[in-house]
């Protein structure tokens, strides 16, 4: 099962690091993968990361705006923020990608940026 | 690169069939038999309803199938039920890690 972090509020230029932990024990074993969801672009792919080696890979539309990372003796991965802005409001998910297929999710991020 | 491109619904009475179509191009659903499927409902997390084309995770219903034909993927549901009213998103492994979705179809069950 994998379990979020919660809604979060923040101004625009802000910073911001959600959190996805895993509760079982094959963390290190599989890519896990961000999801965003807004609703004028609907499911958009930002990236995937091997919490085993943190062998990361982007979305270009979202590289260099945002970062993944893992902890893997939490088993928790993390998406970040350095600076948002007013177009980051969505939904995030992490979701376990098993053979290019999204298998188990988390239960979503609401994150709303706002001045 | 661009969303894969879904009808933005579909509709169908209980027990009929209705497919839900996912075109892509020959660099992500034309080039890989990695086409996956996902329902989800409102305020939920989407949910896996189709691996690799055509294969059923543990646990999904029969009435669920999935097919490719060229640049074009599908997803039918057979035996319409009210429960499966929800948006459907279709996505594709698209090279060098990445995936890519479709816009989702809302199916409206009569």
């Known amino acids: 099962e994998l379990v979020q972090s919660g809604p979060e509020v923040k101004k625009p230029g802000e910073s911001l690091k959600i959190s996805c932990k895993d509760s079982g024990d094959n963390f290190r074993s599989y890519w896990i993968a961000w999801v965003r969801q807004t609703p004028g672009k609907g499911l958009e792919w930002m990236g995937i990361?091997?919490?085993?080696?943190?062998?990361?890979r982007y979305n270009p539309s979202f590289e260099g705006h945002v970062t993944i990372s893992a902890d893997k003796s939490i088993s928790t991965a993390y998406l970040q923020w350095s600076s948002l802005k007013a177009s980051d409001t969505a939904i995030y998910y992490c979701a376990r990608d098993f053979k290019d297929a999204l298998d188990f999710w988390g239960q979503g991020t609401v994150v709303t940026v706002s001045s | 690169q661009s969303a894969l491109t879904q009808p933005a619904s579909v509709s169908g009475s209980p027990g009929q069939s209705i497919t839900i179509s996912c075109t892509g191009t020959s660099s992500d659903v034309g080039s890989f038999n990695l086409v996956s499927w996902y329902q989800q409902y409102p305020g939920k997390a989407p949910k896996l309803m189709i691996s690799?084309?055509?294969k059923r995770p543990s646990g999904i219903s029969n009435r669920f199938s999935g097919s490719k034909s060229g640049n074009t993927a599908s997803l039918t549901i057979s035996g319409l039920q009210a429960e499966d009213e929800a948006d459907y998103f279709c996505?594709?492994?698209?090279?060098?890690?990445?995936?890519?979705f479709g816009g989702g179809t809302k199916l409206t069950v009569l």
């Open positions: 990361i091997y919490p085993g080696d943190s062998d990361t």
């Open positions: 690799e084309v055509s």
């Open positions: 996505c594709s492994y698209a090279g060098s890690s990445r995936l890519v």
